[in-house]
C-alpha cells in the first residue's frame, strides 16, 4: 500500500505529520531526499515530526536523543524506530506503507 503526498504541502528541513488509517508518520524532505519513519519516539512517545532535522537524522524535542532516518536507530535507546520507503515521483512523495 503506498499513500501520495503532494512536494508543495512540504519544506525541506521541516517535519510533517502524515496519518493514515490510525497510524501517524512523520515526514521530512531531507537534503537526501524524503525519509519516513513512524511519528512516535521509541524513547518515550514524542512526537518526531517536531524535531530538529540535520541532515538525515531527527533530535526528538522531549529528551532530544537523535533519531536516524535511514536506520531507525535512536541514541541512547534499545528500539528503533520503523522506517518507510519515501521517493518523489513528479510532483509527489510517495510513502510505501506495506
Ligand atoms: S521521547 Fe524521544 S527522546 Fe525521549
Redesign the pocket.
Known amino acids: 500500500m503506498s499513500l501520495a503526498i503532494p512536494l508543495a504541502e512540504l519544506r525541506p528541513g521541516e517535519g510533517r505529520l502524515v496519518e493514515d488509517g490510525g497510524r501517524e508518520i512523520a515526514l521530512f524532505l531531507t537534503d537526501a531526499g524524503p525519509r519516513a519513519v513512524d511519528a512516535r ?1 521509541p ?4 512526537p ?1 515530526q517536531d524535531g530538529i532535522l540535520s541532515g538525515t537524522r531527527v533530535t ?6 537523535r ?1 536516524d532516518l535511514d536506520t531507525g536507530e ?1 541514541d541512547d ?1 534499545a528500539e528503533r524506530v520503523r522506517c518507510y520507503a519515501a521517493r518523489v515521483d513528479g510532483d509527489r512523495v510517495v510513502l510505501e506503507l506495506a
Open positions: 519516539c524513547h518515550a512517545g514524542g518526531l526528538c524535542p522531549l529528551h532530544l536523543r533519531v535512536v535507546c
